[in-house]
């Protein structure tokens, strides 16, 4: 359960000889700051509880440039913001939700009435600083594309983690969107933030047979990214949802025909994780589309070592309860709404 940041690390300055700089978009600007300043900024601001108006005038600068210099200093890892979650402290919501699905929940508070798509932001920019804090050096870290996880990328800030690997858990291509450039620049966005390796996964989101797909599993290529998925430490997705305020990539990007549609409407599917069709109890495996997905399933999903799932909105409480169900993740990063959205329709349902 979410709290406020216990500690700000101002990172080791640099010892070069020279001072080093960064462009830094302020509004319409790009302003050229030298990032000792920026360091000497974020320590008094951070560790030495300084104000803005006594770091201005130690630095000889404007308050204005002191807010840039504090701002590059987040954006540039610079500072890194340590959250750390109290023995027995959060919400009465997350705590039953961790307590029924076997999970480690972490509810974000968002303001009373705000939308989803304000929503989605706040909870993206936690879930990017948890995986910061999460990384470890030699990780394997998979990604599967998707709306909540494009907005996490957008909160990465660059922290190089030793010896890192990212690696696309669901292919992308279909026959009416550019899938694969859009899912190559979200691992390329991971990787750059991380410094890592990355992994693409050229393959289409859905195989028009799954012959097609038996036959490619068994090209030396897709072989070898399969087995770095199989070696994933942490599993990074969101759940998508057929029908959500804010739209899932896979349901309004021309994957899916109507007829296709049509049939997972007939099967009850509710949404998605991985590209892996699944309905409100937990079941896919007799749904006939994802003998043709090309992402992992739950069972696939269950064989790594911890597996977060992030998940905004009302509209997605059906889908995310039968992912949880189907117990694809160890951490689920919620809102404060949805979580207790969950909780109502897990009171009203029964799991047959």
């Not at 029924?100 to 932001?121: D, M, N, S, W």
């Not at 990017?128 to 494009?150: D, Y």
């Not at 899932?248 to 590209?275: P, Q």
């Not at 409100?280 to 992402?295: L, V």
């Amino acid at each position: 359960m979410w709290r406020t940041p216990l500690a700000a690390h101002a990172c080791p300055q640099r010892t070069s000889a020279q001072p080093s700089c960064t462009d830094v978009h302020y509004g319409d600007r790009r302003v050229r700051v030298r990032e000792d300043d920026a360091y000497r900024a974020a320590t008094m601001y951070y560790l030495q509880d300084q104000t803005m108006e006594v770091i201005a005038k130690t630095l000889g600068v404007s308050r204005s440039t002191v807010s840039r210099l504090i701002k590059s200093a987040r954006e540039e890892g610079v500072v890194r913001i340590s959250v750390r979650q109290p023995s027995g402290s959060g919400t009465d919501v997350g705590h039953r939700l961790s307590a029924t699905f076997g999970i480690k929940t972490h509810v974000v508070p968002v303001r009373e009435h705000a939308t989803e798509v304000y929503r989605l932001e706040q909870v993206a920019m936690v879930a990017a600083r948890l995986l910061t804090e999460w990384a470890t050096p030699q990780m394997v870290l998979g990604i599967a594309w998707g709306t909540t996880v494009t907005a996490i990328a957008r909160h990465l800030t660059p922290t190089p983690v030793r010896g890192s690997s990212v690696v696309q858990l669901n292919g992308a291509a279909s026959t009416a969107a550019g899938g694969v450039t859009y899912a190559g620049d979200l691992i390329a966005s991971f990787a750059r933030a991380f410094d890592s390796t990355p992994y693409l996964f050229p393959v289409p989101a859905f195989f028009d047979f799954a012959e097609t797909k038996a036959a490619m599993w068994r090209e030396r290529s897709v072989r070898r990214v399969l087995d770095v998925q199989r070696h994933v430490d942490l599993a990074l997705f969101g759940v998508g949802a057929v029908a959500a305020d804010v739209p899932s990539h896979v349901y309004n990007a021309g994957y899916l025909d109507d007829a296709e549609m049509a049939r997972l409407t007939a099967d009850r599917v509710v949404g998605d994780v991985c590209t892996v069709f699944l309905r409100e109890d937990g079941s896919y495996r007799d749904i006939a589309i994802n003998a043709r997905a090309t992402g992992p399933s739950p069972g696939d999903l269950r064989q790594l070592a911890r597996r977060v799932c992030v998940a905004v909105g009302e509209a997605k409480v059906p889908a995310l309860l039968g992912a949880l169900r189907a117990r694809v993740a160890t951490d689920l990063i919620i809102d404060e709404t949805t979580a207790r959205s969950l909780l109502d329709r897990l009171r009203g349902s029964v799991r047959p």
